[in-house]
């Protein structure tokens, strides 16, 4: 049997959009990918989801607005990053919720880490680059371009991808403090959290995005898909 891997979309302008990226990444890991419709129920479609589904990937987005770490310096979101559409949060909140409780796997990409984080509880920098000190860009639209992640010794991540692996850089968003049963196992130079992980493995995310980085992100699928595979 093919693990069935659910993929989120995003909304634009009343469509549900998905970079190609993504479906090619999961079916080279040999996983089976399904996008996921935003219906209006959304609890009850997670229920579905959840108990049809053998993993999930949370793709990349725009802003997460739960959790976030704001200051007399920064009240609200910064203005070059949009806030997600509430008819996508509200889907993706539900369904990833139910994920949380297990036992299945589940792989969050940029967004989609930021949103695992805080659901568990932890917080979120609205703008790393303005309330982190010591920030270096780590978006384009700031000049940003590609850095190293070095993982922590004997993590998933490590043992997934290697102790340090190049990656891209498209965020302006990161992680505050780890929300409950995450743990930060990669950083980039600078200190800010690129990869967390939970649950011996099963939850597993990471602030870039390895649907693009071709050969080198191939095994962070496979490593969910594998688990899609036990847990099934």
Do not use: W
Not at 49 to 76: E, I, K, M, Q, S
Not at 87 to 101: N, P, S, T, W
Not at 179 to 193: K, Q
């Amino acid at each position: 049997m093919i693990p069935l891997i659910g993929i989120t979309t995003s909304l634009n302008d009343g469509e549900q959009r998905i970079d190609l990226a993504y479906v090619r990444a999961v079916e080279a890991a040999g996983g089976m990918p399904l996008l996921l419709p935003m219906t209006r129920d959304v609890a009850a479609m997670a229920e579905q989801y959840a108990a049809r589904l053998h993993g999930l990937v949370v793709t990349g987005g725009p802003a997460v607005t739960l959790g976030l770490v704001v200051d007399a310096t920064l009240p609200t979101l910064p203005a070059d990053i949009d806030p997600t559409h509430p008819i996508r949060e509200a889907a993706d909140r539900a369904l990833l919720a139910r994920f949380l409780q297990g036992p299945k796997p589940v792989l969050g990409i940029c967004y989609g880490m930021q949103l695992m984080n805080a659901l568990l509880g932890g917080t979120i920098y609205a703008d790393v680059q303005r309330q982190r000190p010591d920030t270096r860009a780590h978006s384009p639209k700031r000049g940003g371009t590609t850095h190293p992640v070095h993982h922590s010794p004997g993590s998933t991540m490590a043992h997934v991808l290697g102790r340090h692996v190049e990656v891209n850089t498209r965020h302006l968003q990161a992680i505050g403090t780890c929300g409950t049963g995450l743990e930060a196992t990669g950083h980039a130079p600078d200190g800010v959290i690129e990869a967390l992980e939970g649950d011996a493995g099963r939850l597993m995310g990471v602030q870039y995005h390895p649907e693009r980085l071709g050969p080198v992100g191939v095994p962070l699928f496979e490593h969910l898909v594998r688990c899609a595979a036990a847990a099934a």
